[in-house]
Each structure stands twice: as structure tokens, then as C-alpha cells.
């Protein structure tokens, strides 16, 4: 599955679009993992126990994303976001969003020895 976050997938033309599509994630990191990093708060810099949560949070959605756009009869999606808000304080909501469509290689682009016309 092709995902791209620009509406266009170069060398290849959309032949249907399938619509919008999602992943969704909401997590919140454990009691231990919040003690360090609110002690690693006090110190400054990267908290590292908070990015390892939204990078996972953000592959998970992503991966979502591509089981809906798979779903609906895509084999990709265009215009990827990510989108993130905070709930409760203790809680991240992260979803990936875009349109699915059904992509085929252009073969003006793949093939050099085709006519543009």
C-alpha cells in the first residue's frame, strides 16, 4: 500500500477514489512511565518515554489507516495527515487521515518509449 502525504503518487494516475479514510489511536503511557518522565521534566531536554509513545501511537494508526483504506478497495492513500489532541491530561488521541483511491502506473511515466500526447 502506497501512503503519501502529497495528492498526487508520481509515475502513477488514480483511476477511482474510495474516500476518506482513518486510524485511530488513543493511549496513555503506564504510572512508571510517567513518574520518569515528569522526572525528566524537571531536568529539560527530550523525554524520551513520551516520543517512544507517539512514534508507536503514530506507526499504530498509521497502520489502521491502511487496513480501513484496504478495506474499501484501495491500494493507496493520498493526502495523509497525522492529526493529535490531548484528553484528560493522561491521554494522547492520534489519527492518520486521507483519501483512499485505486492507483494504477501511468505508463507515459514508466515506459520512456511511450508517446506523450
Known amino acids: 500500500m502506497i501512503v503519501a502525504t502529497t495528492p498526487y503518487i508520481s ?3 488514480v483511476v477511482e477514489t474510495k474516500g476518506m479514510v482513518f486510524g485511530l ?6 504510572l512508571g512511565g510517567n513518574i520518569m518522565a515528569g522526572l525528566r521534566s524537571i531536568g529539560g531536554g527530550e523525554i524520551h518515554e513520551y516520543t517512544e509513545l507517539l512514534e508507536d ?4 494508526a498509521i497502520d489502521r489507516l491502511v487496513r480501513n483504506a484496504t ?3 484501495g491500494n493507496a492513500v ?3 495527515r497525522f492529526d493529535s489532541s490531548e484528553i484528560a491530561n493522561t491521554m494522547s488521541e492520534i489519527v492518520a487521515y486521507g483519501t483512499a483511491v485505486l492507483v494504477e502506473a501511468d505508463p507515459a511515466v514508466t515506459d520512456p518509449t511511450t508517446p506523450v500526447e
Open 11 to 13: 509515475g502513477h494516475r
Open 25 to 30: 489511536v488513543v493511549r496513555s503511557r503506564g
Open 57 to 60: 501511537t503514530r506507526r499504530q
Open 71 to 73: 478495506l474499501v478497495g
Open 78 to 80: 493520498i493526502s495523509m
